[in-house]
Nanobody, 125 residues
Framework: VQLQASGGGLVQAGDSLRLSCAAS????????MSWFRQAPGKEREFVAG????????YYEDSVKGRFTISRDNAKNTVYLQMNSLKPEDTALYYC???????????????????WGQGTLVTVSS
């Protein structure tokens, strides 16, 4: 499975961006996908995830109410709509896919099988 992330850019605080991640290759009905981010000097952290089996979504607390993850199964693409962006959202955003994710592991980077190359989001104040 290959993941191609896009949509990052430089925006001002309060603006919106939509990230896309297209999956190609051998995906299955159990392939769930998520977004992580990593700011300079910090560890990679979970942002949002969506289970393919039931469409349930999960978010990191600081993005709840501002970010929305969705997916188009026909296109094997997951999106991250980011509204009301803040300078602290500045990071390299990665999409990831996993075949055996469950609720207790969806936030752990080690649970994922595939990673995209990252797309940079910079929010100026």
């Amino acid at each position: 499975v290959q993941l191609q992330a896009s949509g990052g850019g430089l925006v001002q605080a309060g603006d919106s961006l939509r990230l896309s991640c297209a999956a190609s290759g051998r995906t299955s009905s159990s392939t769930s996908m998520s977004w992580f981010r990593q700011a300079p000097g910090k560890e990679r952290e979970f942002v949002a995830g969506i289970f393919r089996s039931n469409g349930r979504t999960y978010y990191e607390d600081s993005v709840k109410g501002r970010f929305t993850i969705s997916r188009d199964n026909a296109k094997n693409t997951v999106y991250l709509q980011m509204n009301s962006l803040k300078p602290e959202d500045t990071a390299l955003y990665y999409c990831a896919a996993g075949e055996r994710l469950i609720l207790s592991t969806i936030r752990s980077p080690r649970a994922y099988d595939y990673w995209g190359q990252g797309t940079l989001v910079t929010v100026s104040s």
